[in-house]
């Protein structure tokens, strides 16, 4: 199953009159022609005045592609298409040092843009003898391979976005399995509130 993230879309009502706008949306490899005949519809929710949006849930593919979409506007009179807009999504490494090895775990919160919407990748740490957290042992033994490691303890993950854009992200940071559970912890690190910054 592929997993999906979230992006969202706006749209600004050019005048009075309308009652829906909804977006089709679809990917393909770069420089191949958009499949309409599996596109996905959402409806642009009303915000404030004249804005609309919608998250578009996009696909997280190990290389670049491009998402293609439009708007279908239904006013009291008539309905019409927006040109098709074509973005190039792209992905980018993140890491988290634990210099003291306190963690077994760590996420990444990322978003783009604003308004924003929220998204999490789970990270792996370098070293370990498997390729996903989804393929790890149970948290007490996960607990004693990740103290095995030699220190700093790295934790690599991915975010995803429209190429040229900025990404803001933080780390969930997690401690289970230890020997006395009351020692278990889950806390997050987004830089003082400032959090961190890539550019896709």
């Known amino acids: 199953m592929t997993p999906f993230f979230s992006l969202r879309k706006s ?3 050019p005048g009075p009159g309308i009652s829906m706008v909804q977006a089709h949306y679809t990917w393909s490899a770069r420089e191949v022609a958009p499949d309409w005949s599996a596109a996905e519809q959402v409806v642009l929710s009303p915000q404030d005045g004249p804005l609309r949006t919608a998250v578009l849930e996009v696909p997280r593919l190990d290389s670049g592609f491009a998402l293609h979409h439009f708007f279908f ?5 008539d309905r019409a298409a927006s040109p098709v807009f074509t973005e190039d999504i792209v992905s980018a490494e993140v890491a988290y040092e634990d210099a003291s090895g306190e963690f077994t775990a760590v996420g ?7 308004p924003s919407v929220p998204n999490y990748t789970s990270t792996v740490m370098d070293g370990l003898p498997f390729e996903t957290m989804g393929d790890a042992p149970d948290e007490g033994s996960l607990y004693e391979f990740v103290r095995a490691q030699p220190l700093p303890h ?3 993950g991915r ?10 992200y933080g780390f969930h940071l997690i401690r289970h399995g230890r020997p006395d559970p009351a020692d278990d912890l889950e806390s997050w690190d987004d830089n003082g509130g400032a959090g961190w910054t890539v550019e896709l």
Do not use: P, Q
Request: overall charge neutral; hydrophobic content about 45%; aromatic content about 14%.
């Open 108 to 114: 990444v919160v990322w978003s783009e843009g604003e």
């Open 11 to 13: 749209w600004l009502d």
């Open 159 to 168: 975010v995803w976005g429209v190429r040229g854009t900025r990404i803001r």
């Open 154 to 156: 790295t934790f690599r």
């Open 73 to 77: 506007v239904v006013g009291a009179d």
